[in-house]
């Protein structure tokens, strides 16, 4: 019998796979009610009879996707746990071995889709008093200082990092393709096209550039002085690493540490996780010089041909500060198209570079940018999707 023609049950089964369907929806995942009624229907037709059937129905139909794999299970634990009913609905078979495992990363985000008091559906006013302040928080959010921030901003601004995406700024090779508005003449495809007229040229084919965008090297400081802004640094290059495939990036304090692969995971928890599992000196010190000095030698040439742009993230407040550090400044100057330098502390109307670190590294940089909050970003954004100002070595600040 087709599943769609079978009545579903009724009483806590059903309230429960509604209310986890929720659940999961608010977590991230897209469930919709046809995915619920599909649930219902197919508890009924296998007549579920223990923990484990329940678990391996419910997430084949609510997993569409491998990621969502581990944020579905770590939900059916949190969910069902906590369920009044759950020992008398079904027994105590256990989950299956992948149910078992140590809760992801991203169960951060289930835990607090689980944590909501109530749906809009339940609290359609205070929803909407939630949304008429909507707008004037967001225009708040948008200047806020990130370290002002608290937990509750902190996660709406990662929500908005996570759906900015980045132009593509594109950059001509010596590479050409068949193009009908080409200026340089394609005397191959030209020539065996007119074989086709008796030998006489009838159509000239034309050639134009390949343009591929530009290459992004983000070297981000995660000494003790940036904690309050590295996390919400990481998901900025998390989501311009999502939408192009041309980043890298490194991660240094006291030692310079590769994490490009870590944060291509299509799932941000779960790629901040790995990162800051592959880093051994978190919120530690800083050794800049030393850490570029490792860059210039291991990974320059690697990654940063073809008109790279390297965006240098940091506070420069380096322990020392000597000639060694604007040697590996400009040798990073040279080898890159465009260095641009992001500081947290030109959130300071009154900020000067009086460190000795900073005074090293300005001259060697074509941008100095602000970076502290949602409008730095963008406007940083604007700045990579546009060309390259006609004077470098500029002092840029941003009334953000």
């Not at 700024?169 to 096209?193: C, K, V």
């Amino acid at each position: 019998m087709p599943i769609n023609h079978l009545a579903p049950p009724t009483g806590h089964m059903a309230d429960n796979v509604v209310g986890f369907a929720r659940a999961l929806r608010a977590a991230g995942l897209p469930v919709g009610p046809g995915s619920v009624i599909d649930a219902l229907n197919a508890l009924q037709l296998i007549e579920v009879g223990s923990r484990a059937d329940f678990y391996a129905t419910l997430e084949a139909i609510f997993v569409k996707r491998h990621e969502h794999a581990l944020i579905f299970a770590q939900a059916f634990d949190l969910f069902f746990r906590a369920a009044e009913e759950w020992k008398s609905m079904l027994d105590s078979v256990p989950l299956p071995d992948h149910a078992k495992k140590k809760p992801p990363p991203a169960s951060r985000r289930v835990q607090e889709a689980l944590s909501q008091p109530a749906s809009r559906e339940e609290r359609p006013q205070e929803q909407a008093q939630e949304l008429k302040l909507s707008v004037s928080d967001r225009e708040i959010l948008q200047k806020k200082d990130f370290a002002q921030m608290s937990a509750a901003e902190i996660a709406e601004v990662t929500r908005a990092i996570a759906k900015m995406r980045l132009p593509q700024a594109e950059l001509e090779t010596r590479r050409y393709r068949p193009d009908a508005r080409g200026l340089r003449p394609d005397m191959r495809r030209t020539i065996r096209n007119s074989l086709r007229t008796g030998g006489e040229i009838v159509d000239i084919r034309k050639l134009g550039r390949i343009d591929k965008p530009a290459p992004i090297v983000a070297l981000l400081d995660i000494s003790g002085s940036m904690s309050e802004y590295t996390r919400l640094f990481l998901h900025f290059l998390h989501a311009i690493t999502d939408a192009r495939k041309r980043v890298s990036v490194f991660l240094f304090g006291t030692r310079l540490t590769n994490v490009t692969r870590a944060l291509r995971q299509r799932d941000p928890d779960e790629a901040l996780a790995s990162c800051s599992s592959s880093v051994e000196d978190w919120a530690g010190g800083t050794r800049i010089a030393t850490s570029l000095h490792t860059f210039n030698k291991l990974w320059a040439r690697r990654v940063l041909g073809q008109g790279a742009i390297v965006l240098l993230i940091s506070d420069g407040l380096e322990r020392e500060a000597d000639a060694k550090l604007a040697f590996e400044m400009d040798r990073l100057h040279r080898s890159c198209r465009r260095l641009i330098w992001l500081n947290p502390l030109l959130r300071y109307s009154a900020f000067e570079p009086k460190a000795q670190g900073i005074k090293m590294m300005l001259p060697h940089v074509d941008e100095f940018r602000p970076v502290h909050n949602l409008s730095s970003i963008k406007g940083l954004i604007e700045a990579l999707s546009a060309p390259p100002p006609p004077h470098h070595r500029s002092l840029i600040r941003s009334v953000a």
